[in-house]
């Protein structure tokens, strides 16, 4: 079965510019999560979905960041405008169901604003 | 708010050798653990999980943990390292019953001697 799958692999863009992130989770997983690792702060949790609706976004940055889940297929994090600080790996993960399951990771999106 | 504290931020371990890597968590209710490994480069592979039941679960590629509630712990441990577990190890606690997102720990990087 493929895994979760995460688009741009990386990407290098100017500041300033908007970026989006997609995610495909594993088929039939109804919770997607997306995260940010940097050296500084770790695995950070921006938001999660269940069942296609945001659950808890408490963890966004700011307003510069938006999420999207319009199909139990489908996700995007767009950041508009892009600064140097969001520089990271964004993880894409998703889950059986909202209880206690297992959380699959897919490989991360490698963002670098220059 | 649930936390994880991993205080080894590096472990240098000879081949053949034991390995014990710390985690102690901040959880009110019954936690569900979880510990995962990260290759550079990589997303984040399960190695192991607890939701309940017996306090010592076995995982993948020889690892093993045990939870300890009196000491708010769940340590990894492998008997014999190789080489291809040098890697980054994160901690990890769900909350909600198991329903929402994971809180990590800082990691902690493993290096292996020769």
């Known amino acids: 079965d493929a895994g979760v799958i995460q688009s741009p692999r990386h990407e290098v863009t100017e500041m300033g510019q908007e970026v989006t992130l997609r995610c495909k989770p594993i088929?039939?997983?109804?919770?997607l999560f997306w995260y940010r690792q940097t050296m500084m702060r770790g695995l950070e949790l921006l938001i999660y979905?269940?069942?296609?609706?945001?659950?808890?976004d408490s963890g966004m940055p700011e307003d510069r960041f938006s999420a999207k889940m319009p199909n139990a297929s489908f996700s995007t994090l767009k950041i508009q405008p892009s600064e140097p600080r969001d520089s990271a790996v964004y993880f894409c993960?998703?889950?059986?169901?909202?209880?206690?399951?297992?959380?699959?990771f897919g490989e991360g999106s490698w963002l670098t604003v220059v | 708010a649930q936390s994880v504290t991993q205080p080894d931020i590096h472990i240098t371990v000879s081949e053949g050798a034991s390995l014990e890597l710390r985690c102690n968590y901040s959880?009110?209710?019954?936690?569900?653990l979880f510990w995962y490994v990260q290759s550079p480069g990589q997303g984040l592979q399960l190695l192991l999980k607890?939701?309940?039941?017996?306090?010592l679960v076995q995982g993948i590629k020889g690892f093993e943990a045990e939870f300890k509630r009196s000491q708010s712990s769940f340590n990894l441990r492998k008997p014999s390292v190789h080489w291809s577990d040098a890697a980054e190890y994160f901690c990890?606690?769900?909350?909600?019953?198991?329903?929402?997102?994971?809180?990590f720990g800082k990691g902690t990087h493993l290096i292996i001697q020769p």
């Open positions: 990890a606690v769900c909350g909600g019953g198991g329903a929402d997102g994971l809180t």
């Open positions: 607890y939701f309940s039941g017996d306090t």
């Open positions: 993960a998703s889950r059986t169901s909202p209880s206690g399951n297992t959380i699959y």
């Open positions: 088929s039939g997983h109804n919770s």
């Open positions: 959880y009110g209710a019954t936690p569900y």
């Open positions: 979905f269940n069942n296609n609706v945001p659950i808890d």
